[in-house]
Nanobody, 122 residues
Framework: QVQLVESGGGLVQAGGSLRLSCAAS????????GGWFRQAPGKEREFVAG????????YYADSVKGRFTISRDNAKNTVYLQMNSLKPEDTAVYYC???????????????WGQGTQVTVSS
């Protein structure tokens, strides 16, 4: 059993930054790939960023590439999403996820956080 707890969401102005954290408990996070997804009102959940279990490779949606950075600290069983140059279109509920392997699809992840709201005002 793995539980994921997210934090760091909030309200920021366009151009600002936020850092989301996803802390895992129950089992070590180091054996899982990590991912971030988001869901805006009226939209389907979409992939944002992913990181392999070793942290050696990262993946990003085109819409956030160059602005967002995913990282992990296995000693703390935590995955982070640093979000810079935020845009109003980044507004969504952000979910962290963990699974045995990296994937772009939400169905490829086994565990999910509760979601944290990110709102970017213009």
């Amino acid at each position: 059993q793995v539980q994921l707890v997210e934090s760091g969401g909030g309200l920021v102005q366009a151009g600002g930054s936020l850092r989301l954290s996803c802390a895992a408990s129950g089992r070590t996070f180091s054996s899982y790939a990590g991912g971030w997804f988001r869901q805006a009102p009226g939209k389907e959940r979409e992939f944002v960023a992913g990181i392999t279990w070793s942290g050696g490779r990262t993946y990003y949606a085109d819409s956030v590439k160059g602005r967002f950075t995913i990282s992990r600290d296995n000693a703390k069983n935590t995955v982070y999403l640093q979000m810079n140059s935020l845009k109003p279109e980044d507004t969504a509920v952000y979910y962290c996820a963990a699974g045995p392997n990296f994937g772009y699809r939400s169905t490829q992840y086994t565990y999910w956080g509760q979601g944290t709201q990110v709102t970017v005002s213009s």
